[in-house]
């Protein structure tokens, strides 16, 4: 079936062919911009770049930049339009006179759109009411627009733009990027922040790699996975939902620290926390415990929120969040304890569910106890904690790969790190016992067969990898996309993910898009 355009597509289809029918390229080939528009802006100088007294220039400052056309002034013999660039806009003043013969009625006038990308060559200039511009000797059309960018309406009194639907912006990014730059800065934050990561590990020498992707074997979480099929091996793999078995097997190797910035894949539902792709940093350090990673975890993300922003404390929302060192810290079931008025500690599992219960939440029966404390746990303490703090020293049920309390039974040396009422950071002294692994494994095993879908599978090479002899090894794994929303103050993951997971468009939804442009 052919396809339909809008009224606003056939005659911009229509002007691509009046260009090159007149002989110029309609998509150009390349074009050398010596500027950019903030540059431009703030390199301009009056005394050398404006005329004198006698009309002479000290210093022409010729420019040549590209971009695409935002807005347009057509008036007559001269117009104006407002170009932007990857770092803003500039206003470019375009005369007949100063074009090629015919090419400003013929072309520019009558075939040039907004959206259009165009190369300008030519002086720049402080026009009449003192907006710094650039005096167009030359112009050249690198890409003409087929589609109509979004524009501001009104509509029952209410003035909207399609850009501010939150599905458009997220289904059509390119073009949420082009209309609000403000999304561009957002992302430029983000790389900014895992740039300052990377920095701050790779001062302390620890090895940057990559593990694989897709693993006969599922672990390093509790999270179901994405399955696919390798038809050559007539084998089943699995997407990883963590890095964490693979990089413990070069800390095995004899590697002091490793770390892997990663994609990895839960199959799990969508929210403004949650999209089944997501990036994590895990980073492994041999001879190392959990309480010395919690001050390696504030130092580098005290270190990221300068960077990024000049100072420790940002705003988030409503909250005013210090980053600064120390971090409060405290267990996990005081932390219960202080909400709930209840003492979890040594609770048989019977006993937990009638606690959860009494608290208002539905208990199922294939949850098992660290679950019902977790439940409780996310329930009652979690959304409470805004500034950033530890929460340490987790039941064992819930941390299958953390190393036994050296002190108090039943619970692992663990921590995670909230923020905002949300999981930052999740770190463990990690179990180096491959006996006692195994028989965590087979719990793991257990629960599965009961019922629990996100439940650890046997990882039989990796049992033998801890043969070997592991050292005694701190863990961590970030979660570099909920730190993202932290850092540039976003509401959803889906603002800081430049192409989230949504459902399939409909032919209705394309339609409507089509028509709204």
Not at 40 to 45: A, C, E, G, V
Not at 60 to 84: D, T, Y
Not at 176 to 186: G, H, M, S, Y
Not at 258 to 267: A, G, L, Q, T
């Amino acid at each position: 079936m052919s396809r339909v355009y809008s009224e606003q597509e056939s005659i911009r289809r229509d002007a691509r062919a009046s260009i090159e029918e007149a002989g110029y390229e309609a998509y150009g080939y390349s074009w050398d911009v010596s500027h950019h528009a903030d540059a431009i802006l703030t390199s301009f100088d009056a005394e050398k770049h404006l005329p004198d007294e006698e009309g002479v220039i000290a210093e022409p400052f010729q420019v040549s930049i590209a971009g695409r056309i935002m807005s347009r002034r057509i008036m007559g013999k001269a117009s104006f339009l407002h170009l932007q660039d990857d770092s803003g806009r500039i206003q470019v003043y375009v005369t007949r006179d100063e074009l090629p013969e015919g090419f400003y009625n013929s072309v520019f006038k009558k075939m040039l759109d907004i959206g259009d990308i165009i190369g300008i060559e030519g002086r720049v200039f402080r026009t009449k009411v003192g907006e710094i511009s650039v005096r167009a000797s030359r112009l050249e059309i690198l890409a003409k627009s087929l589609k109509p960018l979004p524009i501001v309406k009104e509509q029952d009194g209410q003035v909207f733009n399609e850009v501010t639907d939150k599905e458009f912006r997220y289904r059509q990014r390119y073009v949420d990027l082009i209309v609000n730059p403000e999304v561009r800065n957002t992302f430029r934050m983000r790389a900014k922040m895992i740039s300052t990561m990377r920095a701050f590990l790779d001062e302390r020498e620890y090895v940057e790699v990559e593990t694989p992707v897709l693993q006969p074997m599922y672990g390093g979480a509790a999270a179901r996975p994405f399955t696919t099929h390798h038809n050559a091996l007539d084998m089943k793999l699995y997407m990883r939902i963590a890095d964490e078995l693979y990089l413990k097997r070069l800390i095995v190797g004899g590697f002091d620290g490793v770390y892997e910035i990663s994609k990895d894949f839960r199959n799990e539902g969508l929210s403004r926390f949650h999209n089944p792709e997501f990036t994590m940093m895990e980073l492994y350090v041999a001879y190392k415990d959990y309480d010395w990673m919690m001050n390696l975890v504030e130092e580098m993300v005290e270190r990221i929120a300068i960077a990024m922003h000049g100072s420790s404390d940002l705003q988030v929302g409503d909250e005013t969040i210090s980053f600064a060192r120390p971090w409060k810290r405290i267990p996990l079931l005081e932390a219960i304890q202080e909400k709930t008025g209840e003492d979890l500690y040594g609770k048989s599992r019977e006993e937990l569910a009638v606690i959860g219960k009494k608290l208002g939440l539905e208990i199922e029966d294939s949850m098992g106890s660290g679950k019902i404390i977790d439940e409780i746990f996310g329930e009652f303490v979690e959304p409470h904690l805004i500034q950033p703090t530890f929460i340490t020293d987790y039941p064992v049920e819930l941390s299958p790969l953390a190393k036994n309390h050296r002190t108090k039974k039943g619970l692992v040396e663990r921590f995670e790190a909230i923020c905002n009422g949300k999981e930052l950071c999740n770190a463990f002294s990690e179990l180096n016992d491959p006996d006692d692994q195994r028989a965590r494994f087979e719990d793991q095993e257990k629960l599965a067969l009961e019922g629990d879908d996100e439940a650890m599978q046997i990882d039989e090479d990796y049992l033998r990898s801890l043969e070997y002899g592991m050292p005694p090894t701190a863990g961590l794994g970030i979660g570099i996309d909920r730190l993202a929303m932290l850092m540039t103050n976003s509401r959803s993951i889906r603002d800081v993910i430049f192409f989230p997971l949504l459902r399939p468009e409909t032919e209705e939804e394309t339609e409507s898009v089509d028509d709204a442009s």
